[in-house]
């Protein structure tokens, strides 16, 4: 067997070749893969959008049951911005306002007489634990599940009232 060096040539220009090839195709992956866990890392929180009460699938203990309640949620740079508005047992129209954050930074609710501040602690995007104040006092923890498909979203309540009754509230919420 004979090895002319154009053979050499022709067989070190194959392996330069297919080291190209190995590197634009590494590239591409790494470039596909960083785009993919980018675009991931923004996907929207499901939070997000218009919520409906489900009087009929919701409990309150020890109540009142509120006729209705809408919950609008609403992106904001880095917060959502979060209002509620609805109908108490009594007739009465309710509104509130409060901004979520998942940093942990104790955020002002306005509206609610049962609450002025709370934490939130998010566990996934799906769930999260949230920490309800008055006056500085911890009354209730509050932990909210998104379902899978985004349609559902419960939470769920437990702790005491501002009159010191014991809280256990399941509201279920259905995305408009």
Same mark, same amino acid.
């Given at each position: 067997?004979?090895?002319?060096?154009?053979?050499?040539?022709?067989?070190?220009?194959?392996?330069?070749?297919?080291?190209?090839?190995?590197?634009?195709?590494?590239? &591409?992956?790494?470039?596909?893969?960083? @785009?993919?866990?980018?675009?991931?890392?923004?996907?929207?929180?499901?939070? @997000?959008?218009?919520?409906? &009460? $489900?009087?009929?699938?919701?409990?309150?203990?020890?109540?009142? +049951?509120?006729?209705?309640? +809408?919950?609008?949620?609403?992106?904001?740079?880095?917060?959502?911005?979060?209002?509620?508005? %609805?109908?108490?047992?009594?007739?009465?129209? +309710?509104?509130?306002?409060?901004?979520? +954050?998942?940093?942990?930074?104790?955020?002002?609710?306005?509206?609610?007489?049962?609450?002025?501040?709370?934490?939130?602690?998010?566990?996934?995007?799906?769930?999260?634990?949230?920490?309800?104040?008055? %006056? %500085?006092?911890? &009354?209730?923890?509050?932990?909210?599940?998104?379902?899978?498909? %985004?349609?559902?979203?419960?939470?769920?309540?437990?702790?005491? $009232?501002?009159?010191?009754?014991?809280?256990?509230?399941?509201?279920?919420?259905?995305?408009?």
């Amino acid at each position: 067997m004979v090895v002319t060096a154009e053979g050499r040539r022709d067989k070190a220009e194959g392996s330069r070749q297919k080291a190209k090839r190995a590197l634009v195709v590494g590239t &591409l992956a790494a470039i596909i893969v960083a @785009l993919g866990v980018s675009l991931a890392a923004q996907a929207p929180d499901p939070i @997000l959008g218009t919520w409906e &009460l $489900n009087v009929a699938k919701s409990r309150f203990s020890p109540g009142p +049951t509120p006729r209705s309640q +809408t919950r609008v949620m609403v992106q904001d740079g880095a917060v959502v911005r979060a209002t509620s508005k %609805g109908i108490d047992s009594s007739g009465n129209p +309710t509104s509130s306002q409060w901004t979520i +954050t998942y940093d942990g930074t104790e955020q002002k609710i306005v509206g609610n007489p049962e609450a002025d501040s709370q934490i939130l602690k998010r566990i996934d995007p799906f769930h999260t634990e949230t920490t309800i104040k008055k %006056g %500085g006092k911890v &009354l209730q923890t509050a932990y909210r599940e998104i379902s899978k498909d %985004g349609k559902t979203m419960t939470l769920t309540f437990k702790g005491v $009232n501002s009159k010191g009754q014991t809280v256990h509230d399941v509201m279920v919420f259905e995305k408009r």
